[in-house]
T-cell receptor, first 119, second 112 residues
Framework: GAVVSQHPSWVICKSGTSVKIECRSLDFQATTMFWYRQFPKQSLMLMATSNEGSKATYEQGVEKDKFLINHASLTLSTLTVTSAHPEDSSFYIC???????????????FGPGTRLTVL | KNQVEQSPQSLIILEGKNCTLQCNYTVSPFSNLRWYKQDTGRGPVSLTIMTFSENTKSNGRYTATLDADTKQSSLHITASQLSDSASYICVAWSGGSYIPTFGRGTSLIVHP
């Protein structure tokens, strides 16, 4: 149980185009999903917190107009990188939160990640 | 500022040997600390979760310790296997905003 999928697993696009990444919780409903970005040999950096049916909360320094997040249902959140540039090339990982599974604490189950390369 | 520091940055060991990874954290207020295993090109997978009142927790060959006074944690891997080759990430959760702070990870390579 508690499987999170991401699609696509990798994508290569031209500079200036937009790319959409999907994050799905396959066997559970997640009120809250998170989007992270990870550069090589760096730690995961939280980009935004996505709550179903409401606007996402972005971390400081993350441009909300560039990284559009939609959480239309309890099993799907999407991240759209608009007008992508080479510096946006990174590994994007989502996670879905399940309440009270680890000793009463919420647990985040991570997706397998999406490798974005912008040429 | 919340921070998590991990050491060593990378580690190479022979199959069958034990190893210990270190994590120092500065997170306030502290809620819990977790260790994750991240295979290359994959998302992290949870190994252990500990609150401030827990000193040790095991998950198979993985044993995590936590000293809330010194704000240090360790992950001990026993009888390493080739499949243990991965990045091990220490994550500290704050109790207020419930935002995780990730360490950079320790890259472990197990050689046959």
């Amino acid at each position: 149980g508690a499987v999170v999928s991401q699609h696509p697993s990798w994508v290569i696009c031209k500079s200036g185009t937009s790319v959409k990444i999907e994050c799905r919780s396959l066997d559970f409903q997640a009120t809250t999903m998170f989007w992270y970005r990870q550069f090589p040999k760096q730690s995961l950096m939280l980009m935004a917190t996505s709550n179903e049916g409401s606007k996402a909360t972005y971390e400081q320094g993350v441009e909300k107009d560039k990284f559009l997040i939609n959480h239309a249902s309890l099993t799907l959140s999407t991240l759209t990188v608009t007008s992508a540039h080479p510096e946006d090339s990174s590994f994007y990982i989502c996670s879905a939160e399940v309440a009270g599974v680890s000793g009463g604490y919420n647990e985040q189950f991570f997706g397998p990640g999406t490798r974005l390369t912008v040429l | 500022k919340n921070q998590v520091e991990q050491s060593p940055q990378s580690l190479i060991i022979l199959e069958g040997k034990n190893c210990t990874l270190q994590c120092n954290y500065t997170v306030s207020p502290f809620s819990n600390l977790r260790w994750y295993k991240q295979d290359t090109g994959r998302g992290p997978v949870s190994l252990t979760i500990m609150t401030f009142s827990e000193n040790t927790k095991s998950n198979g060959r993985y044993t995590a310790t936590l000293d809330a006074d010194t704000k240090q944690s360790s992950l001990h891997i026993t009888a390493s296997q080739l499949s243990d080759s991965a990045s091990y990430i220490c994550v500290a959760w704050s109790g207020g905003s419930y935002i995780p702070t990730f360490g950079r990870g320790t890259s472990l390579i197990v050689h046959p």
